[in-house]
């Protein structure tokens, strides 16, 4: 693959990741290792050998390494400590598009759950929490709990069964949301069904708007 031939850290970073599916290989990692097959499902419109291809890049460039399942011959791909470090870049990057999504899924869109998870925690990240709680969210099949905690903000695939708030509503609303694109009253008011009593959601989400703005 050509480089920019260019004497410059965002051209150097771009001459290993700037590749189309690069990124987004990445991104699937950083939520857990994967089997080739894995990431296959997890990024529609992918060819195998072009995967195989980009996946032997990011091996070579020290961002990816191939291991084998303890105790089975199944081969998983995972981040290098290299690669883990662009967590905050990823995270950066969904943070900036994120706004770009409040308008909804466009036709042809695939949506997976564990992307809403990334994205809350991007969002959410670096928060000052001083209202902690356990928020469920519920959209489009997913459900996950966000946790408030004094030492920060904790997102976990599973369903909260005593919740001290409630979010279900579409992934592009919740996205909204969480983006501040929309309050929680527009949010339900476009359809959200948001229980709040205890204002948890809310100083969160005011403690998210305040850190993207600092």
């Known amino acids: 693959m050509q480089g920019y031939q260019q004497f ?18 990445v991104r699937e990692l950083l939520i857990r290792e994967r089997r080739h097959t894995e990431l296959r499902a997890a990024l529609p419109g992918v060819a195998s050998n ?14 990816v390494e191939r291991r084998q399942e303890e105790g089975r011959k199944a081969v998983v791909y995972a981040l290098t400590p290299r690669g883990a470090d662009l967590r905050e870049p990823v995270l950066g990057l969904v943070r900036w598009g994120a706004p770009l999504m409040a308008s909804g899924p ?29 928020i469920a969210v519920e959209a489009d099949g997913l459900a996950l709990t966000v946790h408030a905690e004094a030492a920060g903000v904790r997102i976990e695939l599973a369903r909260e069964d005593r919740p001290d ?20 009253r527009t949010a339900t008011a476009m359809g959200a069904r948001v229980q709040d009593d205890a204002g948890v959601l809310d100083a969160l989400l005011a403690a998210a708007a305040a850190g993207r703005s600092a």
């Open 8 to 25: 410059c850290g965002l051209a150097r970073a771009l001459d290993l990741i700037g590749d189309r599916w690069n990124l987004l290989i």
């Open 50 to 63: 072009l995967l195989t291809d980009r996946l032997r890049h990011l091996v070579a460039a020290g961002i």
């Open 106 to 134: 466009r036709p042809g869109d695939t949506v997976q759950p564990q992307w809403l998870a990334l994205a809350a925690h991007a969002l959410l990240h670096g928060a000052v929490v001083t209202r902690p709680g356990r």
């Open 165 to 184: 708030a409630r979010v279900q509503a579409p992934t592009a609303l919740v996205l909204g949301l969480l983006a501040g694109a929309v309050s929680a």
